[in-house]
């Protein structure tokens, strides 16, 4: 999971600027979605033995894009 927060009125900046991100190489599957305060979040799925394989990741954005250092996290199905 990939979350960044826009400097204000610039979500829609940084939405195309995820959107156009393209991998290493292609998840099973990617979402993305826009909130409040202009944030965006990009969901993505892949096949993985564990939770710190080696895996393409979204970059930082333009520090002038965002208001904060991006987050990331890693999640596991369980059921």
């Given at each position: 999971?990939?979350?960044?927060?826009?400097?204000?009125?610039?979500?829609?900046?940084?939405?195309?600027?995820?959107?156009?991100?393209?991998?290493?190489?292609?998840p099973?599957r990617?979402?993305?979605?826009?909130?409040?305060?202009?944030?965006?979040?990009?969901?993505?799925?892949?096949?993985?033995?564990?939770?710190?394989a080696?895996?393409?990741?979204?970059?930082e954005?333009?520090?002038?894009?965002?208001t904060?250092?991006v987050?990331?996290?890693?999640?596991?199905?369980?059921?």
């Amino acid at each position: 999971m990939w979350e960044a927060r826009a400097v204000q009125g610039r979500g829609a900046e940084l939405l195309e600027w995820a959107r156009a991100r393209v991998l290493a190489r292609e998840p099973l599957r990617r979402e993305v979605f826009r909130a409040p305060q202009d944030r965006v979040l990009v969901l993505t799925w892949w096949e993985a033995e564990t939770l710190d394989a080696e895996l393409p990741e979204l970059p930082e954005p333009d520090a002038e894009l965002i208001t904060r250092p991006v987050h990331r996290w890693r999640f596991e199905a369980v059921e």
